[in-house]
């Protein structure tokens, strides 16, 4: 159950923050730069905000750092945001997951396919001494 509440609780400050982000990129940094730089521009931001996150997650919930309890939590933090983008996203777009996929832009959507998979593992390497 702590896993539970730490992957919610870290998926919220993430997302949160995207969600404050999202319409700087998309109103300041797309017509100066373009999407792709906009996108990769961003995604620093969000790194550190991501290590910051499971930090302070980690720590709150005391999770020890055995591969099931911080996996877990970056688990259950990724299925939120999968959750959440496919359905909120996508619906708020008009888009079906394929039509999103297909209007990736090739490199910042590979960025962040792999900001994903950072996101779900970042748990296991913060707060180690």
């Known amino acids: 159950m702590k896993?539970?509440?730490?992957?919610?609780?870290?998926?919220l400050l993430v997302f949160v923050a995207g969600f404050v982000l999202g319409p700087i990129r998309i109103l300041w940094?797309?017509?100066?730069f373009g999407t792709r730089m906009a996108e990769l521009l961003e995604t620093p931001i969000m790194?550190?905000?991501?290590?910051?996150?499971?930090?302070?997650?980690v720590r709150r919930f005391a999770l020890p750092p055995g591969?099931?309890?911080?996996?877990?939590?970056?688990?259950?933090?990724?299925g939120l945001v999968l959750a959440a983008e496919f359905t909120l996203v996508l619906w708020l777009q008009g888009l079906s997951i394929r039509e999103y996929l297909a209007t990736r832009d090739p490199v910042s959507g590979t960025v962040y396919y792999l900001m994903l998979g950072v996101f779900a593992v970042v748990p296991l390497f913060v707060g180690r001494r």
Do not use: D, E, H, Q
């Not at 896993?3 to 998926?11: C, P, S, V």
């Not at 591969?67 to 990724?78: D, E, I, K, Q």
């Open 29 to 32: 940094a797309v017509p100066r």
């Open 3 to 11: 896993n539970l509440k730490a992957g919610g609780l870290y998926f």
């Open 67 to 78: 591969l099931t309890s911080r996996l877990g939590m970056g688990c259950v933090a990724l």
């Open 47 to 57: 790194f550190v905000v991501i290590l910051v996150a499971a930090r302070w997650v």
